[in-house]
Each structure stands twice: as C-alpha cells, then as structure tokens.
C-alpha cells in the first residue's frame, strides 16, 4: 500500500525562527527600489538623508525601530517575492509588518513558487521536532509537528507541502509541517493496489488494471500512472465510471530500479529513470563509494563491526530522463534539462524553472532514497541523498549528514494554504 498510496496521494514556524533585522533590511534594500523604480543607491540615499556608509549593505546591523514606515501594499509586495521562511520572519517583526503579512496570507498572495526544503528528523531536537533544510538558505530550522510523534511516524511521500504520514496503527494523516495543520484519511483496508478518494469519502476507491505502480501526476483533467517496468496508464476519475488508456506499452527492458512520471513547466510528460546500487550484507565492500571509508558513520568511541548496517548504503549510479511521446506512444532520450531542475524521491517528482529558483543548480537532479526495501526495512541504513549533474553524470552530497535515518528524509515545498478537508473514517 506505501508504494500505491504515495503515488496517488502525490496529485507554525515563527515560534522557532530568530528575527534578523539586517537580513530583513538587506532584502528591503534588495526588492523595495524596484516596487517604486528606483536604483538602490538613490534610495539608499533618501532614507538615510545623504549619510555615507563605509560598510556593506549586508554588514549593516538597523535596530527594527529604525524600519521605514511603508503602506500596507507596498509591505505586501515586498512579502510577496519571499520564501516562506523570510516571510514569517518578516511577518513577526511589528503589528504593521503582521498585518500585511496576515492579509498577504488570507489572499493567498505569497509566493507560490517556493524552493523545495529537506524534511527530516534529529534524535536530539525531540520526539515530535522535524527540521527543515533550506537549499535557498543552507540552513535549517525546526518544526513542532502534531501528535503522534513524527519519529513514530512513516513518511510515505510529499505533495504540494504536505506530508502523507501513516502511523503505527497504519493509519493515515495529511500533515502540513508549516501550519500545523493535519487531516485524518480513510483507512486502509488494503496493501499494493492503486486507490483513490475525494473529500468527504469514507473508504478508498481501488482502480483497475493491478498493481505495481511507482508514481502518478495528475494533468488535464487525467491521472498519469507509472508502472515500474516503463507503462504509463492515463485514469479519467470525472466520470462516475473510471476508464484508462494505456499511454506507453511496456519496456521489456527496462531494470531500473526506481521510476518517476513528472509534468515539466513547458507541458511535456517526462520519464526518469534512476539507478541505484542496493547494498548486499554478504559482500562488505560492495556498497563503499570510492574515495569513502566504511567506518566514516561508525560513532567514535564503538567498535566496528562488520554486520553494522551503517556500513552499508545504496548508491545513486545513473539517472536519464526521457520525453513522453504521447502521440507516438515512445519515449524520446533528453541528455539535458537547461535551466530546469529535477527533485525525485518520496516526494511527488518535480521539475522546476531555475529562473524561480536562482539558487538552486540548473540541469541537475537532487534526489533522496525511495526504495521501499531500503526506506522501510533497512531503518539505520546510512540515506543516499545529493544532487546529480546531468551533465558529465557526477553527483555531488548536498550538506553533511545531519539527519536521523529514520524516517526516510523526503523532499517537501513550503506552503502555507490551509485544506480545510475532512474525510469520513
């Protein structure tokens, strides 16, 4: 069911964050002139009534009583180019800056496009504490989650800044790690079968055609469903009967062990295909990255030994990316994505414009571990997570581990928007 659920399932921070009144005022310095056309220094000038500076705009250290007083649209057009984290950060530093930030959020104007965030867990930070690694930042902050305990928790997957949770009775929860918000799903009844359900329904709808799916996006109106041998299924839910297509036909060889189905920003369907080198027990230098040590997750002060599963990890070896050819019923090999970024993992699978996202590296893939096997079975399996370059097929560790290997750490985009969903139980 983890593996089926997820890929359906797919379609409050302020307390936690310290206030930096100069990175507040660095932005300011940053979006404000443009609002009201205006070349930075003139209006470094103004507000400051021609006193010259001798230190950088970053280095300047303003008290928060020295903000400039600004109507509530211009503070709401400012706010609405921030990431999530400058936002609440911004949005608890007076009354007048909460008030926009407040009416920014009921009209849902923040930004929509927010960099993905990392979502895991640290033995140290508590038991219902999850932290969130910033890419735009290369920080991390901590969450408080709702019970139960997020350490007792699996996470299933990721989609549109809510986590899909089941618990250790099985059962599931969407829970919004930024608001706070979590909503009960039916329970489930069943393992390994594509299912489905709408707000308000009690129970899953299974879909036909067996199971074995491996993801699924949702586009025009159709649910696209990805097999893990290459098939594409295309599900038509309006109508009070499901009919499907198939889309693509089998690959027959395709060995891939993880697959993805991702909408692109330009319209297209894309296939990716991910190779990953599962750790074997029996062979204890079978899974040792070359220029990496065995022992290097061995804490100091233990000995080493050999069945220690920390020695072991899956290894990311290869990852291609195909276009669907919806009309010609074939996928077409892409050897580049320019200006584009991929994220793959529990997550539901992403394709992102890097002029949205100036701080993350275009034609290249940041991906965490998704093998049922390793996520759920192998719970102190050192995690497989970095970033490949499209480019020359290199991957590179995006920060130190800093992670609990259990659970799994899942990519998750920010957003602050409240469902408001109740399902039956």
Not at 30 to 46: E, M, V
Not at 232 to 256: E, P, Q
Not at 298 to 319: C, F, H, N, S
């Amino acid at each position: 069911m983890a593996t089926c659920s997820r890929a359906l399932m797919m379609s409050s921070l302020c307390g936690v964050v310290a206030l930096q009144p100069k990175d507040l005022w660095s932005l300011f310095f940053t979006i404000l002139p443009k609002q009201l056309c205006l070349t930075a220094s003139f209006f470094l000038k103004k507000l400051r009534k021609g006193e010259h500076f001798h230190q950088p705009l970053m280095e300047l250290e303003v008290e928060v009583s020295t903000l400039p007083e600004l109507p509530q649209d211009v503070l709401m057009s400012i706010f609405a180019t921030l990431e999530i984290p400058d936002l609440l950060r911004a949005g608890s530093v007076c009354s007048s800056w909460h008030s926009a930030y407040t009416c920014l959020r009921n009209l849902g104007k923040n930004k929509q496009s927010q960099t993905p965030c990392l979502l895991y867990t640290s033995k140290s930070a508590g038991e219902n504490v999850a932290c969130l690694y910033s890419l735009a930042e290369n920080r991390a902050y901590k969450i408080t989650l709702p019970e139960p305990p997020i350490h007792s928790r699996s996470l299933i997957g990721s989609s549109n800044g809510w986590l899909i949770t089941a618990d250790e009775r099985s059962e599931l929860h969407l829970v919004n790690p930024i608001t706070g918000e979590q909503i009960a799903l039916p329970s489930v009844i069943t393992i390994e079968h594509l299912s489905f359900a709408r707000a308000g329904d009690d129970k899953w709808t299974w879909l036909p055609h067996g199971t074995d799916y491996s993801d699924c996006v949702y586009m025009d109106g159709l649910l696209y469903a990805l097999k893990s041998v290459g098939e594409i299924h295309a599900f038509d839910l309006t109508g009070s009967n499901v009919t499907m297509r198939v889309i693509i036909d089998r690959l027959k060889y395709c060995i891939y062990e993880s697959m993805y189905i991702i909408r692109a920003p330009w319209g297209d369907l894309l296939q990716v295909w991910r190779t990953v080198d599962v750790p074997q027990g029996e062979d204890e230098d079978s899974d040792v990255p070359e220029g990496e040590d065995a022992d290097d997750d061995v804490p100091e002060g233990q000995d080493e030994d050999d069945d220690d599963p920390r020695k072991w990890r899956a290894r990311t070896l290869k990852i291609k990316v195909y276009k669907v050819d919806v009309e010609a019923k074939e996928l077409v090999e892409i050897n580049s994505l320019p200006y584009h970024m991929l994220f793959l993992g529990r997550n539901n699978s992403l394709c992102l414009c890097a002029e949205e996202h100036p701080k993350l590296k275009s034609n290249h893939v940041y991906f965490t571990d998704d093998l049922d096997q390793i996520t759920t079975q192998l719970n102190n399996y050192t995690r497989d997570i970095g970033v490949w370059d499209l480019k020359n097929s290199s991957k590179k560790e995006i920060v130190s581990q800093i992670w609990s290997n259990w659970p799994c750490p899942t990519w998750i985009t920010p957003n602050l928007m409240e469902l408001n969903l109740a399902f039956g139980k």
